[in-house]
């Protein structure tokens, strides 16, 4: 497999407390012809048209050619001396050559960030941030399916640390998760009869749901110069909904009448004690 990659990047400061990033690049990968089995099943040998192999032949992505193309946009912004914020947007597209029709055909992504400092005083700082993003992939399959998974996340949180004495120090963290997927299921012009009647009967599959909130903190008590205790407590609250384990109060059910269940809210808490020893 043989890959390419090339990219233009503009740093600049816009003024003496605004600065920023822009970053284009593009990589383009393919390889040899698909090979086959020799007559008799001894070695394999290369199939100028690759379309032999199957006509409902589904391909694996990391071995199809691939064009690749992302933008970011990174900007910094100092607005006190003591509040300063970050910026970033990143997007970016795959497109794949397959030998047929099925499997991915392309896939795109985007992400939205901002962090956020402010120092509270000499020993003690104030952080944030907040995050948002996509993932999508297209892909079609034999029978008629045609499937676009959709990827949303949204995270957020906000923290304090800082010394209470030259020895102690102390922080916080609230934070918080959410991530849905989502497999939009549709059909082609010429779906299997029975795949459009299934359809049309499910309405497709639902979503994946993953939250989280969090509430972290920690204390970090130095012993000696080369030695520290940190103390560390965290409680988080889970749900969980994922039709792969169970759907509508119904465990998933294998064929020898085992199921699988999978308990969709959670409370878990967390209590750690180390020790940190240094050789520097």
């Known amino acids: 497999t043989d890959e390419s990659t090339w990219f233009l990047q503009v740093r600049r400061n816009m003024t003496e407390t605004v600065s920023g990033l822009l970053k284009y690049s593009s990589s383009k990968r393919d390889g040899s ?20 192999l199957g006509a409902n032949a589904i391909y694996m992505p990391t071995l199809a ?40 055909q392309e896939s795109k992504f985007d992400l939205y960030t901002l962090d ?18 996509t993932q999508k992939l297209h892909q079609a399959r034999p029978g008629g399916y045609v499937l676009a998974f959709d990827d949303k996340s949204l995270n957020a949180g906000i923290g304090v640390n800082g010394k209470v004495t030259e020895k102690l120090r102390l922080g916080g963290m609230l934070s918080f998760v959410n991530n849905t997927d989502s497999y939009s ?11 459009a009647e299934l359809l049309a009967v499910t309405g497709g599959l639902p979503d994946v749901v993953y939250r989280r909130t969090e509430f972290r903190i920690f204390g970090n008590y130095d012993l000696s110069m080369r030695s520290a205790l940190r103390f560390d407590a965290a409680y988080q609250r889970l749900t969980y909904e994922d039709w792969g384990f169970a759907y509508g109060g119904t465990p998933f059910l294998y064929s020898d009448n085992t199921t699988v269940y999978l308990q969709p809210d959670q409370n878990v808490g967390y209590l750690g004690v180390s020790y940190i020893y240094s050789w520097k």
């Open 33 to 52: 012809n698909w090979l086959a089995p020799a007559a008799g099943g001894v070695g394999l040998v290369p199939v100028p048209d690759a379309t032999q």
């Open 65 to 104: 050619d691939r064009d690749r193309t992302k933008l970011r946009l990174l900007l910094t912004w100092a607005a006190t001396d003591a509040l300063s914020l970050q910026f970033a947007a990143d997007v970016g597209r795959d497109e794949y050559t397959m030998p047929t029709q099925y499997a991915v």
């Open 185 to 195: 299921q549709g059909l082609d012009a010429n779906p299997a009869p029975g795949n």
């Open 116 to 133: 956020v400092n402010y120092v509270l005083s000499e020993a003690w700082n104030m952080n944030g941030y907040i995050s948002t993003g």
